[in-house]
């Protein structure tokens, strides 16, 4: 069955600090991927998306997330988190033989300290 | 401007009431879904509606019922049956079923 992991639950990183966030997909075939950020109380807003071809991808608010298919891995990163980044960030992968849903990770919770 | 709202952003009901949660999108998009999420467990799907008149189970639709009669609505009916209902809704589209979602700003279900 398909599943997404993201071990680490909460992070706390320095404001200018780079960011790594971890997520590990199972899944057979080639997989949609995404990266979402929730404030709270909020809903979920799109990062990035991987679907095919360059396995770096851009998103917004300076982050960018790399599929690696050997290790079964799309981390996200940016190189120097500011304080506005503190939020919950959860990784996806879309179900592709039952109609696209989403599998979510568990999510990661950011703390950005001055 | 486009996007999802769900309405209320607060809801509160006594055990044993069935209550109906809104969702609506103006962006054109033929999928829906609804979410629930519990904190530690992320989300988990309910329902999903790939077109209008028709929709499926998610993981945990148990004591949920949905209906999807307009493209632009999807509203979920949290009944008595559910056990334990109190928890964040989060609804979503997508234009097909395997692209990116847009999520709406979430009702938060609260039942003594």
């Known amino acids: 069955a398909q599943s997404v992991t993201q071990p680490d639950i909460h992070i706390t990183v320095s404001e200018g600090a780079s960011l790594e966030l971890r997520c590990n997909y199972s899944y057979g075939a080639t997989p949609y991927l995404f990266w979402y950020v929730q404030s709270p109380g909020q809903g979920l807003q799109l990062l990035l998306k991987y679907f095919s071809g360059d396995t770096l991808v851009q998103g917004i608010k300076g982050f960018e997330a790399e599929f690696k298919r050997s290790q079964s891995s799309f981390n996200l990163r940016k190189p120097s988190v500011h304080w506005s980044d503190a939020a919950e960030y959860f990784c996806a992968v879309a179900r592709g033989n039952q109609g696209g849903k989403l599998i979510f990770g568990q999510g990661t919770e950011l703390s950005v300290k001055p | 401007d486009g996007g999802i709202t769900q309405s209320p952003k607060y809801l509160f009901r006594k055990e044993g009431q069935n209550v109906t949660l809104s969702c609506e999108q103006n962006?054109?998009?033929?999928?829906m879904y609804w979410y629930r999420q519990d904190p530690g467990q992320g989300l988990r799907l309910i329902y999903y509606s790939q077109i209008v008149n028709d929709f499926q189970k998610g993981d945990i639709a148990e004591g949920y019922s949905v209906s999807r009669e307009k493209k632009e609505s999807f509203p979920l009916t949290v009944t008595s049956a559910q056990k334990n209902p109190t928890a964040f809704y989060l609804c979503a589209s997508s234009k097909r079923d395997r692209d990116e979602q847009y999520f709406g700003p979430g009702t938060r279900l609260t039942v003594t």
């Open positions: 962006l054109n998009h033929d999928a």
